[in-house]
């Protein structure tokens, strides 16, 4: 569940393919490594966001608790 700093507006890429180094976001190295794509989300204020972590929440790129069950 890391929690990163979003800008209102700004469009990030999610990665899903658990091989990018700048997690939780996309460094495109699913286009070599494959296993998946990125999720593109674009944030709806500033501020703080708990994103998904540990791959299992259903509300992807967000974070829904999944990690503690
Ligand atoms: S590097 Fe993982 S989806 Fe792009």
Redesign the pocket.
Known sequence: MPVIELKKGKTY????????EVMPF??????T?G????ILFTAEKDGDVALCGCGNSNNKPYCDGSHAN
């Open positions: 890429k999610y990665c899903t393919c658990g091989h990018s996309c460094d495109s190295a699913h286009a490594k296993g998946g794509k990125p």
